[in-house]
């Protein structure tokens, strides 16, 4: 059986108020919750994060990690201080990191590896964009994104790692994949993992990710290959997030 995961990625958003705000309010509904539940600060913030979710079984993730392990690297921040610093998580390959900041299949990869060498579990994100959509690429190009993991670590660099597929066409915009088109795509990931290593396929989470919301979360984590979700916006409100977490929760029963 696999846990539902929620994980919430804040982006650029928040200040330490707002984020003691949030993260008290998310800690203190978390009690009872089947789900494993995650929060992704800004990097700034990730220790003070770490610091007031203690005891409270709420993982903290950061948003994105550098490929190299030190030096001369301006701006970047490693695995290691991730580790360092209390987080157990990390989003790699966030198509706002692929479009807005470059980040290439061979970069993802090289990202993936860096979390995994650390000790940190990486949140492999895919997806395609409106017109690879309407083009009836989606497959071949949530394939090739997954395949250059798979190539770089090999199946067994998989283990343990989470998978979150996330349409670009339905980030931020309000447009959610239906639950027949997200389950469609999470089934061919999930197809693509079991013929590289069949337990990596059956045991892999994937989460789906793109304008979730508490009123349409519980009809995708419904669908048989949905493991959870990756929250943006919903995920800047306590309560809607909570929302967002029973939902998976309901997966379980
Ligand atoms: P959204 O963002 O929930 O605001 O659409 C999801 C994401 O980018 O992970």
Request: glycine share 12%.
């Amino acid at each position: 059986m696999r846990r539902p995961l929620v994980a919430g990625n804040w982006k650029l958003n928040g200040s330490r108020a707002s984020n003691r705000a949030l993260l008290e309010g998310l800690t203190a509904g978390l009690a009872g919750l089947s789900t494993e539940v995650m929060a992704c600060p800004p990097y700034v913030y990730l220790a003070e994060a770490v610091a007031t979710a203690e005891d409270s079984g709420l993982l903290i993730g950061a948003q994105d990690v550098a490929e190299q392990a030190s030096g001369a690297y301006t701006g970047e921040v490693s695995a290691a201080m991730l580790r360092d610093v209390g987080c157990t998580h990390v989003i790699v390959g966030h198509s706002e990191r692929r479009t807005l900041f470059g980040d290439t299949d061979e970069r993802v990869a090289a990202k993936f590896s860096a979390a995994k060498a650390a000790g940190l579990v990486p949140v492999l994100c895919v997806g395609e964009s409106l017109a690879e959509r309407e083009a009836g690429t989606t497959e071949a190009v949530v394939a090739r994104q997954v395949a250059a993991v798979l190539d770089a670590v090999g199946p067994q660099g998989l283990d343990g790692a989470i998978l979150a597929y996330e349409p670009v066409w339905a980030i931020g915009t309000g447009r959610t994949a239906s639950p027949e088109q997200a389950q469609a795509v999470h089934r061919g990931i999930r197809d693509q993992l079991a013929a590289a290593d069949a337990r990596i396929g059956t045991e892999t989470r994937i989460l789906y990710g793109g304008s979730v919301k508490g009123a349409n979360a519980a009809e995708l984590f419904a669908m048989q290959d949905i493991d959870g979700g990756l929250i943006g916006g919903a995920s800047l409100d306590a309560q809607e997030f909570l929302t967002i977490c029973q939902a998976a929760a309901g997966r379980d029963s």
